[in-house]
């Protein structure tokens, strides 16, 4: 078998040729030099260009832009060259006495359609009715349709294996810094002291002793559920044997989250728990004209003052800490440190929990480590089961998780919040 190249020859066409040797010309004169550059492209080593590095880079820009120039050129070239080579290639099928003007249609390089050439051939021609088997032909088909992805199937693929999570609030952090313990009720009981009067006094010899005060109450705290669902069908489960694993971590995932929101924002009106934002007596410092460092650290004195405490966490929403940290000098300086600074966040020295789970005018501050506790009745409780509505004639699992827990302040002014950010 013969196989001819239909496409236009070069030298054929003189403006083509003098393109492409431009294009082959320059080409070959950028790689020379880098050649010369060498695997690490050090221009140190390149003689046949004069000056220092940042020039003959410039001049490698230059010849780039040559390149494309010239590729643009040869490429317009290219395409009346082809149209030429078919116009020619046509015009000798013809001359070859390829039908044209007794069939319908286009024909393409000298090729009748197929129907055309079933009715001349001799099997048709040659037939009488009644001969039984008639003649024979072969008839030379070009087969139009490309057996390509398109017109074929497409090639297999195979997923990576990664999932990309949603964008949501990241690992709960909120919860880490309360101190955690457990309890076998349903309301955590505590004892609280709500009055000390301290008299104490110097008294002569035979004198009355200054009276105390003293006076404890009984405080509760409820314990909440926090749960949710998910359906999923049954061969989800059976068929992909990652879907198991990835239900089972990311929904004690969300239930955490909606843990951190609560220990914040929750109103404490059941089923909520109270959370601090909510908590009855903590110390409060509004932004007023104030920077809002200057009124963090107000509120961070009132909480030593009046609560008698040292804050050990500060949370705040990141667009809010976005405007502690990029505060700067009239000259520019950076005010909260460098940009290169490495360490944790920090403000007066304690330390920063950047989170969307405060309320977005809001910053609190407190003594979590020694005047709060979350007390757990029962972790994280999964369980599957399909009675639930008509999912047992569906076919559909339901997966369940909760949570049950209680929120305690035992110190209300160890507490505070800054309002109005």
Request: glycine share 8%.
């Amino acid at each position: 078998m013969t196989v001819t190249d239909d496409r236009p020859r070069i030298v054929e066409f003189p403006a083509l040729k003098e393109a492409q040797g431009k294009l082959d010309a320059k080409r070959d004169q950028l790689a020379s030099v880098l050649r010369e550059a060498g695997d690490n492209y050090d221009m140190g080593q390149v003689k046949s260009l004069e000056g220092d590095s940042k020039a003959k880079v410039d001049q490698i820009k230059a010849w780039n832009a040559e390149i494309d120039d010239l590729k643009k050129k040869v490429d317009e070239h290219l395409v009346v060259a082809k149209a030429a080579w078919e116009a020619k290639e046509h015009g000798a099928a013809r001359e070859a006495g390829a039908p044209s003007e007794d069939t319908d249609g286009p024909q393409t390089k000298g090729r009748q359609r197929f129907g055309d050439q079933v009715l001349k051939s001799d099997a048709i021609k040659s037939y009488k009715p009644g001969m039984g088997i008639g003649p024979q032909s072969r008839i030379d088909v070009e087969v139009k349709t490309l057996f390509s992805t398109s017109n074929g199937w497409d090639p297999e693929d195979l997923r990576t294996g990664r999932l990309a999570e949603y964008a949501t609030r990241p690992a709960p952090r909120i919860i880490d810094i309360f101190p955690q313990t457990t309890t076998t009720m349903s309301t955590v009981l505590y004892m609280e002291e709500t009055v000390f009067v301290n008299n104490a006094a110097e008294v002569a010899e035979a004198g009355a002793y200054p009276e105390m005060q003293l006076k404890v109450e009984e405080k509760s705290s409820e314990v909440r559920k926090i749960a949710a669902f998910l359906p999923i069908t049954e061969e989800t489960f059976a068929d992909e044997s990652r879907a198991r694993a990835y239900v089972e971590n990311r929904l004690p995932f969300m239930l955490r989250q909606r843990v951190d929101l609560q220990l914040l924002q929750g109103n404490g009106t059941s089923p909520n728990l109270r959370g601090l934002e909510n908590v009855s007596g903590i110390q409060t410092q509004a932004l007023g004209s104030d920077p809002v460092p200057d009124a963090i650290y107000k509120c961070m004195r009132k909480v030593r003052d009046d609560g008698f405490a040292e804050p050990s966490h500060v949370l705040i929403q990141p667009v809010k800490w976005e405007g502690v940290r990029l505060l700067r000098t009239a000259d520019g300086l950076y005010i909260w440190g460098h940009p290169s600074m490495v360490g944790p966040a920090t403000i007066w020295g304690i330390p920063v929990i950047e989170t969307t789970a405060v309320t977005s005018t809001k910053a609190a501050l407190g003594d979590f480590t020694n005047h709060a506790e979350v007390s757990t009745r029962r972790g994280i409780d999964m369980q599957i089961s399909n009675s639930h509505g008509t999912f047992f004639t569906e076919g559909v699992l339901a997966v369940r998780v909760d949570i049950r827990l209680a929120a305690i302040f035992y110190r209300p002014k160890a507490f505070g919040v800054c309002t109005g950010l």
